[in-house]
């Protein structure tokens, strides 16, 4: 196996999709300041890959999917639980049990640790799922996770890189951070580190109005979630670059 072929794991906002109609790194180096599950990076996997993330339990899941885990550690981890199942009562490491707790809420950014209606359905933690995650995770052991404060990873006069730049959008749930983002100083950054940068953001869902703390262009709409058939909840998505 040398190709991701899937995230390996949920989380709300992921771009596993989006990536593959994003523009493509002009460096060796990719960095993500906010890497949620680093769908822009899982898909250029070969290269040199930084990810900072504030949550607690992405930072320790990633530190744990490149430094500690094997395929036999994601293999021992069980399939078809009983929903409503506590997963710290199973017995599982740290790494194991938050890897489970991801693939059973996408937006599963708290302490809920219970088996979810759905966790077991197709394109949760399934067997298929798990082989492919066991199988595949080694492709990132040579990746660093750097630290939990994306925004150092931003500072001028940092190496020349790729960066990934996906924070929690303003005008969305602002799921990941304990405090509002400095969205303008936030797109100075973006405009004075070396290399090239691309911003993912989206318009306000309620208005359809778009953040201008970058000049963003339109890039794709997105479902979000499906609730019924025929009415799904959609994100225009936006997009800002600095390199053709």
Request: contains cysteine.
């Amino acid at each position: 196996m040398d190709r991701i072929t899937g995230p390996l794991f949920k989380w709300f906002g992921s771009k596993w999709s989006a990536a593959k109609h994003l523009p493509v790194p002009k460096f060796h180096t990719v960095v993500e300041p906010f890497a949620g599950s680093a769908g822009y990076s899982l898909r250029h996997h070969t290269r040199d890959v930084c990810l900072y993330e504030a949550d607690p339990h992405l930072a320790y899941l990633w530190k744990w999917l490149i430094e500690k885990a094997t395929p036999a550690k994601i293999r021992a981890i069980p399939i078809g639980i009983p929903e409503g199942t506590d997963i710290r009562t199973l017995g599982l490491s740290r790494g194991q049990a938050t890897l489970l707790k991801t693939w059973q809420r996408t937006n599963n950014v708290g302490d809920c640790w219970t088996i979810s209606p759905w966790g077991n359905k197709p394109g949760q933690w399934t067997a298929n799922t798990r082989a492919r995650v066991a199988e595949e995770h080694c492709l990132i052991s040579h990746w660093l996770f750097c630290g939990g404060e994306g925004l150092e990873a931003l500072q001028p006069g940092k190496l020349s890189a790729t960066y990934y730049i996906d924070p929690p959008y303003q005008y969305n749930y602002q799921y990941r951070t304990k405090s509002v983002l400095n969205y303008e100083s936030l797109g100075n950054l973006c405009k004075k580190v070396r290399g090239q940068v691309i911003v993912a953001e989206a318009r306000d869902p309620k208005t359809g109005n778009a953040p201008c703390w970058l000049p963003f262009t339109d890039f794709r709409s997105t479902v979000t979630s499906r609730r019924k058939a025929h009415q799904s909840h959609h994100s225009k998505e936006l997009l800002w670059h600095n390199l053709g």
